[in-house]
C-alpha cells in the first residue's frame, strides 16, 4: 500500500507541475510547448484519478497527492523561469 499511495503523489507531483507549466506557457506565449505539456497532463490526470477510484479515500493517499502537488507546482515555477525567462535579454536596459 505504501508504494501505490507513493506513487499516487508522484504523480500528483507531476500532474499539477504539468498544469502549472502549461498555465505559465500560456501566460507568456510559448506555443510550441502546449501540445506536449496537454497530453502529458491528460496522462498524468488519468493516473492519479485512477489511483484514488482504486484505493477510495484515505488519508494518507490524501496527504501524499497533497505534498506531491504543492511540491509539483513550486518546482515548475522554478523550472520555467529558468527555461523561458532567464534566457530572455531585457532589451530595455540598452536603449
Known sequence: MLNTTLAAGVASAAF???KAFQQRNVAFDNYAAVMPVSFLMACTE???IGSVAS???HFPL????GVGAGLGCIAAMYVHH????SRRVNWRKYF
Open 16 to 18: 499539477v507541475f504539468l
Open 46 to 48: 488519468v493516473y492519479v
Open 55 to 57: 484505493r477510495g479515500w
Open 62 to 65: 490524501v496527504a501524499a497527492i
Open 82 to 85: 529558468h527555461i523561458f525567462i
